[in-house]
């Protein structure tokens, strides 16, 4: 039989291994609500990460778009442009060659 002194550090050792496996549970817990809460913030980074992808193609499309419509614009402007110079040149030799300007 064991002698009460023995007895005493056994149950000593025992509560002291107790008290480390609860202090490595509760740590386990703290680790468990960090996780879920960098999963969490994961989630609402990937969902507004989809958000601003789906605006950048929005925004790429009108893009497209407005190069489409400013190059026809640039076109029509240059054949407003150079028919305008060309009826300027077209005007000033018929009065330059006109039989009144002898």
Do not use: C, G, Y
């Amino acid at each position: 039989m064991p002698n009460p002194k023995e007895n005493i550090t056994r149950l000593a050792r025992v509560e002291e291994k107790i008290d480390k496996m609860s202090e490595a549970i509760v740590a386990l817990a703290r680790v468990e609500e960090k996780i879920i809460s960098l999963e969490k913030s994961n989630q609402f980074i990937v969902e507004q990460m989809a958000k601003n992808l789906s605006r950048l193609e929005i925004v790429e499309n009108n893009n497209v778009k407005l190069m489409a419509s400013s190059h026809n614009i640039s076109r029509f402007m240059w054949l407003l442009i150079s028919s305008s110079v060309s009826a300027i040149i077209l005007l000033w030799f018929t009065l330059k060659m006109s039989p009144s300007s002898h």
